[in-house]
């Protein structure tokens, strides 16, 4: 009876070990034949059967960080509404630990390249609308429940929270010392914290 | 009597040639011999000749986008204080016109490379400093004059803004619809008027 090949599972063990690589020694540095030798193959021939070429593995391996992410997400989020919805949110994308960390080298790694790539800047831009959304999702039950004033501008407020988090991947990255996993709790708690502000909330 | 060559000259034209191959292929794409051919040369051994590698080669790009970056926030800002020199700062590095959406395309390939070299990453540290460091200086000037009421953390509201900024140059690539060039100047412009919230200057 001849082996059966677990395609799901193998697509994933080739993300996650292109994962590794990315944030041990660079995506450019990583080869598809080094990843194939990771893996555990003599060669790229296997992979290939996967993912035609690194963008499309990439690609796939930003995918599967976002599906992650957004899986967290629902998890920590469960029950909670508004500012502590937001929190939760907020709390699994920002590289404050080693899971968001590796994460966020696989995203800036992902960003040089969809620069000049439309395809791979369509999904980045997706994983951009499907926060600002859940972000916008959670300010409105804020200021139903009482917990905030009304907001003038939810647009801006979660615009900028995303550009806040966005930027971390890059600045914790350049520099760990001055932007660690604490500080960078401390600046998203500055920025949700602010919604508050001036807000006599329902007595 | 044998021609004279300006290397400085050259080195200048090398990076800008690398500049525009970066924005329009991406740094991936660009080999040695493709800058060389767009410089003029028949092949890559002149620009050996200044950049010994494509990671020199980018460094020194990264370098004179930061020096020009800083040229130009000198000279926005002279004989400005306090609020007014932090706008005209913040205005020279989001990428909100075609010169800064050149260099934050720059940036972000930098940034890649940057995560797996120590070299690269000591210059996008320095380059956060520095403007960390001017963004601190505006803050305290803004207090004194009276702009602003006393910041009790100034050092967060640096990051904040340098965080939202160095995120524009991601954002605002994934999703140019979104963040357009104004938008990304009324983002800016919310940040440092909060500044002045709930600041009754100096009567």
Redesign the interface.
């Known amino acids: 009876m001849p082996r059966l090949v677990d395609h799901g599972e193998r697509r994933r063990t080739i993300i996650e070990t292109t994962w590794r690589l990315i944030a ?6 990583a080869s598809m034949r080094d990843i194939a030798h990771a893996c555990g193959y003599a060669g790229p021939g296997v992979l290939a059967h996967y993912f035609p070429n690194k963008d499309a593995l990439l690609l796939a391996a930003y995918r599967l960080i976002c599906d992650n992410t957004n899986d967290r997400i629902a998890a920590s989020r469960a029950g909670k509404r508004g500012i502590g919805a937001l929190n939760a949110l907020c709390l699994e994308i920002i590289p404050a630990d080693p899971v968001t960390t590796v994460e966020a ?1 696989v995203a ?2 992902f ?7 439309e395809s791979l ?1 369509d999904v ?2 997706a994983a ?2 499907h926060w ?1 959304s859940e972000i916008l999702a959670c300010l409105a039950q804020a200021e139903v429940d009482g917990e905030c004033a009304p907001i003038p ?1 939810p647009d ?1 407020v979660a ?2 929270l ?10 914790s ?3 760990p010392g ?2 660690s996993g604490s ?1 960078q709790r ?2 998203l708690h ?2 949700i914290s ?1 919604l508050g ?2 807000s006599p909330a329902a007595p």
Chains 1, 2 share one sequence.
């Open positions: 041990e020694q660079g995506i450019e540095n080298r800036v790694a960003w040089q390249r969809a620069q000049t790539e800047r980045g831009r951009l609308e600002r501008d801006a615009e900028e995303l550009n806040l988090m966005i930027g971390l991947h890059v600045t990255m350049l520099d001055a932007l500080r401390l600046l500055r920025s602010r502000v001036g």
